[in-house]
């Protein structure tokens, strides 16, 4: 009997926890915060660490409009142009992949994304065809101290220009390879600094992982995913000057 009398005053004590509200609520809290803290496939795809970026891929600039300093993360993936190269190279045009790729080597989107660390100066980005004509449209304008991304694939060619006049190329650059481990993306600083040698890396290293993290994942379909078939397009130029090419 004392048994019985002991297993019905903890039902009656847990019937009244389970209808106070604030105890309720503590429990859905919890429940939640499990489910929102619980680690998902997509978020940790987001996750990029400092030591994956290391060091950047760097281009001392020396322009009618002042010294820059072009930062590239990650390096080893990306080609970066001088300025007195880059007519020649932006000639050969945006490259293809040949043949059948399978595997990881498959997947060729690169979110290239443009942060203009200038205080004075607006710096553009054109796309280069595979003809080695280069867009008067830009695909990207970022105004000072703003980000700007652009959805696009590996091998193509961008001209790194200043603006509004456009007269003066900064470089240019290309992505040879996907980099996976950052989700395909890629980040070009331009500063104003003169010499790329005497920056803090860290700090920028800090700063391309706020971007990527804030780019977040390439909502296009992966290969595997996709039903389309061919190459993929080119990157659509952003205005009505559809069709218009610097030099025609």
């Known amino acids: 009997e004392p048994q019985g009398v002991r297993l019905r005053a903890l039902r009656d004590a847990r019937d009244k926890l389970s209808s106070c509200p604030s105890v309720a609520r503590k429990a859905r809290s919890s429940t939640d915060s499990a489910v929102t803290e619980s680690p998902s496939v997509s978020s940790a795809a987001l996750c990029v660490s400092l030591g994956d970026l290391g060091r950047p891929s760097t281009l001392k600039i020396t322009s009618p409009a002042g010294n820059f300093s072009l930062l590239v993360y990650p ?70 101290k703003s980000t700007q991304t652009e959805l696009t694939y590996i091998l193509h060619n961008f001209g790194l220009r200043l603006s509004p006049q456009q007269q003066v190329v900064l470089g240019g650059v290309r992505v040879t390879e996907r980099p996976h481990h950052t989700g395909g993306r890629v980040v070009v600083f331009v500063t104003r600094d003169a010499d790329p040698s005497a920056l803090d890396f860290r700090r920028f290293a800090a700063k391309c992982k706020e971007v990527m993290e804030t780019v977040g994942e390439d909502q296009r379909d992966p290969p595997e995913e996709s039903s389309r078939q061919g190459r993929p397009p080119a990157p659509p130029p952003p205005s009505a000057n559809r069709g218009k090419f610097w030099g025609s």
């Open 75 to 144: 390096d080893a993936y990306v080609q970066v142009v001088a300025a007195v190269d880059y007519p020649g190279w932006a000639f050969t045009g945006s490259g293809r992949v040949r043949g059948r790729v399978t595997g990881v080597r498959a997947d060729q989107r690169v979110l290239l994304s443009v942060y203009n660390g200038c205080d004075d100066q607006t710096v553009t980005a054109h796309w280069i065809d595979w003809a080695g004509s280069e867009r008067i449209s830009p695909n990207l304008v970022c105004t000072p």
